[in-house]
């Protein structure tokens, strides 16, 4: 067992400085060293001196180069520095060859697992797979390894990683390099390619533990052996110390490419190991021994025993690599001629030799000068240092071959061009490649020991050809025949006859004929060239053409063909088109237009033409039938007629009156067509009226449309508008003001109806009122509005004053007989009631007044005239009297009334008391006087107030309603003092108002006027 300890470090640091600085230290290295393999223990975060990664490679439970230091390599790239890396941040190998990531499904139950049963010590066929999913803790997603070496001493080291999805619990991570194949088969079973139990004997285990807890990890070494009876199994064994060492990730640590679904490991979840290859082989008994591997294998188990029941795996990685050892091989077999370079694998940095002598070789690099080596069979010896101080060797065979002779036979020319048939053959060689260059073609096949030349068609031109002959060894070699190709005798040439073509007729080789000719070496070309003779009367030249024929080498003989031209066809003549003029229009030809002719010889054609009369149309003027001839040099000619007409297509021109306005549609004319002026192009002109097309209202327009005719139906057409805008106003004429009683009628059968008239009709009259009210009357202010049928409006006002003149008409109580002592209040004698033909009752104001009447029976008890006055809204008054008498015994008295209506207004009053002034009422009862002024008043009002008895006065104003406004003044009267008090109206507007003044039992009542 090789097993790593943190706190075993500072023992082997000091064990290594003892053994290199002081060999007196040995035998206490020696006691340590034993003591540290017993525990097989190795410290933190150790640097693997390999290349690549440039900077070693960082064994501390991490994955990022430069990474805790600067400059050191791991497995993916970190921050900036010097240190390298094997894999991608995605996680692909720098070097497939030598480093690679495989996943595998975790957390899942498709995962492929071991079964039940299948164990660590168990042989390739005893091991069983299926679907399901592994223990958290034995869940592999990620397994890596790096192939490399150390370059100081050759040594070579794998550097190995793994993972787990759960990191609580001890568990194992085996690395199986296999120096067979092995495959997983689909029937749940394994095949192994090696002969001991699917294995071969020395396939090592590599196996590290992940650590409860701990960060250094326990590293474990097996070898597959026989262990007698047929039996084989895996045996520990322990290598020199500083063979391995590993580390688990003690934090987080990130993962670029992302394990479990996350992109960072837990602590405890990923474990790393570098192991020296070459030490650890040299461990297992022979310092020089070698392994070569086929398969890497990654499974995880449940302990460290041999008996551990397998778990989680991915599926077998093929691979190629070679521990301690190494081979050469050559691809051969070579020519001589060229490099020929070596493949090496395994150990690099050997030397190269071969035998017999006479092989060119790089001792350094094994790379072959084949050109100059002699052709021979060689072995190859590559001698190398294994390490441990091992020298090894390597051999591989190559052979060189010589080339085989080449020559070709055959004629070197001169050759016909574009002969056939020209034979060459091939000396030397079993297989033939002829290729050819130049003035010429193979014909056939090209890879037999003959081959069929055509010569080319150029003159003076030679062609190479070429073979290629290739001896049993494939090795070939190529030789050239250089042959002539050329021609010195002219052709021989035989012109067509002579022809005779129409003018018109072509004169190309297709209809005239061409030259032949023959050579003696195939193939001429015929070309020729024209030249004119004098032309006959068709204008147009012959021609003598001269036939050339050239062989292939310019070689060349002439001969010449007449041709000439004759005319026996008329021109081809074109009309001008039929022409239709307006009448007036002309017809000469530069208004009409002239033939055009071609002539089939192209020569000059004289045109000319003559006029025949043709029936008149609607506008009266005849037509003209123009014919048109055209006649050649040679007198042929040709004719077509042109028919000329005089149309009218023109519409007359037409004016329209000009635009009217009109106030009223009265005032509108009648259509009148003297008044539309039209002329014609051609003649006479027919005026009518079309229609009138009425549009809006106020204003309304009327398009009023004219058409002109001329005698053959054309036609044009005017307007003329006319606006009916009535924009005068009409007149109305008020009635006069009037003034009515309250309550009579003032509706416009009563006061009036105004007279109104228009211009363009009778208007329609409409009237609105607005009434105001002023104090003791109101006004109507009718406004009258007459408007036209185009909306034109005037108005006039009319004012209707409604007056009350009219007093309130008053009953009295009865009569009313007392006996002496009994109390004359209206509560024993009764209240007079009053009506008003314009006022209602709560708008009527009543009270009393009492005059003492002789005839009293009582002693101390004087007889009561009392007058009752009403007064109504507008001030006017009414009046009864009630008489009230004592005597001694009363009887039953049957009740009377007497009423008064005041039908104008009351005059002013003077020291009567039945007497009431409107304006400013100054009553004397019995030594009670008051005084209003002035009256009426604007915003204040005083009063003077005079009392023949001293008492407790109240003066109340009350609105015509009776509803009472303020007690102006109550406090002590003194008897013939006269008392001033002051009113101030709180409103600005117009009012007519009460005022009532009590002193004892004695009441007296008056009207102000207030006034804006």
């Not at 080789?509 to 000719?517: E, L, N, Y």
């Not at 063909?561 to 001008?576: E, G, L, W």
């Not at 309304?700 to 139906?713: E, L, P, Q, S, V």
């Not at 013939?976 to 009590?998: E, F």
Request: aromatic share 8%.
């Amino acid at each position: 067992m090789f097993t790593l300890y943190k706190k075993n470090i500072d023992t082997l640091l000091f064990v290594n400085r003892c053994y290199k600085v002081k060999l007196i230290c040995k035998n206490i290295a020696t006691f340590l060293l034993a003591a540290l393999l017993l525990y097989s223990s190795q410290g933190l975060a150790q640097l693997a001196p390999v290349y690549p990664p440039a900077g070693g490679f960082r064994i501390d439970g991490g994955l990022k180069a430069n990474t805790p230091v600067v400059g050191e390599g791991d497995w993916v790239p970190g921050p900036a520095g010097s240190g390298g890396f094997v894999l991608s941040a995605g996680g692909v190998p720098v070097n497939a060859n030598t480093t690679g990531l495989k996943r595998d499904l975790f957390n899942d139950g498709n995962d492929n697992i071991f079964t039940n049963g299948s164990k660590f010590n168990d042989t390739i066929g005893s091991l069983h797979w299926f679907p399901s999913s592994a223990p958290n803790k034995n869940d592999i997603n990620n397994a890596m390894y790096h192939v490399s070496k150390d370059t100081s001493n050759n040594n070579q080291w794998i550097i190995i990683g793994g993972d787990r999805l759960a990191t609580n619990g001890t568990s194992y991570i085996d690395f199986e390099f296999l120096q067979n194949t092995l495959v997983r088969n689909a029937n749940g079973t394994f095949t192994g390619g090696g002969p001991a139990g699917g294995r071969t004997i020395n396939d090592l285990v590599i196996s590290m533990e992940y650590t409860n807890g701990g960060v250094a990890a326990n590293v474990y070494f097996y070898q597959w052996k026989a262990l007698g009876g047929g039996n084989y199994g895996f045996v520990q064994f322990t290598p020199p110390a500083g063979t391995a060492f590993a580390l688990t990730n003690g934090v987080n640590e990130d993962v670029p490419f992302g394990a479990f679904g996350s992109n960072v490991y837990q602590p405890f979840a990923f474990v790393e190991a570098a192991i020296n290859i070459t030490k650890l082989l040299a461990s297992t008994g022979d310092a020089c021994a070698g392994l070569s591997v086929k398969t890497l294998w990654v499974k995880t188990k449940a302990s460290n025993v041999t008996t551990a029941a397998l778990k989680d795996f991915v599926d077998p990685i093929p691979v190629s690599f070679t521990f301690g050892s190494a081979s050469i091989s050559y691809a051969g077999p070579f020519c001589a001629k060229g490099t020929a370079s070596v493949t090496e694998t395994g150990i690099a940095g050997g030397t190269f030799s071969a035998s017999p002598a006479g092989l060119s070789i790089d001792p350094n690099s094994g790379q072959i000068d084949l050109g100059a080596s002699s052709p021979n069979t060689y072995t190859i010896t590559y001698t190398f240092n294994s390490g441990n101080g091992c020298i090894k060797t390597a051999t591989a065979t190559i052979v060189i071959n010589p080339f085989p002779n080449c020559s070709i036979t055959g004629s070197d020319g001169p050759l016909c061009p574009g002969s056939t048939g020209n034979i060459y053959n091939a000396t030397g060689g079993t297989i033939y490649k002829w290729t050819i260059s130049g003035n010429g073609t193979i014909v056939g096949s090209d890879s037999s020991n003959s081959v069929s030349v055509t010569a080319g068609t150029n003159c003076n031109a030679k062609f190479t050809l070429s073979l290629t002959t290739t001896n049993a060894s494939g090795c070939s070699s190529t030789c050239n025949k250089d042959v002539t190709v050329k021609d010195t005798i002219a052709p021989v040439i035989t012109c067509p006859g002579n022809k005779q073509l129409l003018c018109s007729a072509p004169s190309d080789t297709s209809k005239t004929g061409v030259a032949t000719a023959i050579d003696g070496c195939g193939k001429v070309t015929i070309t020729y060239t024209d030249s004119a003779t004098a032309a006959g009367c068709s204008g147009k030249a012959g021609i003598d053409r001269k036939w050339k024929a050239t062989d292939a080498c310019g070689n060349f003989s002439m001969c010449v063909q007449h041709i000439t031209f004759i005319d026996t066809i008329a021109p081809s003549i074109t009309c001008p088109g039929d022409k239709q003029l307006t009448c007036g229009g002309l017809s000469d030809t530069t208004h009409t237009g002239t033939a055009t002719a071609v002539d089939n010889c192209g020569g000059a054609v004289t045109i000319s033409h003559t006029d025949a009369a043709t029936a008149a149309s609607c506008n009266g003027i005849p037509g003209i039938d123009r014919t048109w001839r055209a006649t050649d040099a040679c007198g042929n000619f040709s004719t077509c007629v042109q028919h000329i007409t005089f149309i009218d297509t023109i519409a007359p021109t037409i004016t329209c009156p000009a635009p009217i306005t009109v106030q009223c549609a009265g005032d509108v004319p009648n259509p009148d067509t003297t008044k539309v002026t039209a002329t014609d192009n051609c003649g006479s002109v027919t005026r009518t009226w079309v229609k009138d097309d009425v549009s809006g209202s106020c204003p309304k327009i009327i398009t009023r449309t004219y058409k002109a005719t001329d005698a053959c139906g054309n036609s044009a057409t005017c307007t003329q508008t006319i606006t009916v805008q009535d924009i005068t106003p009409p007149t109305i004429a008020c009635v006069s003001d009037v003034k009515v009683e309250c309550g009579a009628a003032t509706d416009t059968a009563s006061t009036g109806i105004p007279v109104a008239t228009d211009n363009c009709g009778k208007p329609t009259l409409t009237h609105n009122d607005v009434t105001s009210s002023k104090n003791c009357y109101s006004v109507i202010t009718r406004t009258w509005t007459a408007t036209d049928g185009c909306g034109n409006t005037a108005t006039c006002v009319q004012h209707i004053t409604v007056t009350d003149r009219t007093g309130p008409l008053v009953t009295c109580p009865a009569d009313k007989v007392l006996s002496c002592g009994q109390s004359t209040d209206p509560s024993n004698t009764g209240m007079a009631t009053a009506t008003d033909n314009c006022s209602s009752g709560i708008d009527i104001n009543i009270f009393y007044t009492d005059a003492p009447a002789a005839g009293s029976a009582c002693a101390g008890s004087t007889n009561i005239d009392r007058t009752w006055t009403a007064i109504d809204a507008s001030g006017n008054v009414g009046t009864c009297v009630q008489h009230i008498t004592f005597v001694q015994n009363v009887a039953p008295q049957p009740l009377s009334s007497t009423a008064v209506k005041e039908t104008t207004q009351p005059s002013t009053q003077n020291s009567t008391p039945n007497q009431v002034n409107k304006n400013n009422l100054n009553t004397d009862v019995s030594g009670l006087q008051i005084k209003a002024y002035p009256n009426p008043f604007q915003g204040k009002v005083n009063f003077r107030i005079v009392s023949a008895t001293s008492g407790k006065a109240v003066l109340e104003v009350y609105n015509i309603l009776g509803q009472r406004l303020a007690i102006i003044y109550e406090g002590k009267v003194d008897a013939g003092v006269p008392m001033d008090v002051n009113y101030l109206l709180p409103s600005s507007k117009d009012a007519m108002l009460i005022y009532k003044l009590s002193i004892g039992g004695k009441t007296t009542t008056g009207k102000i006027q207030s006034i804006k």
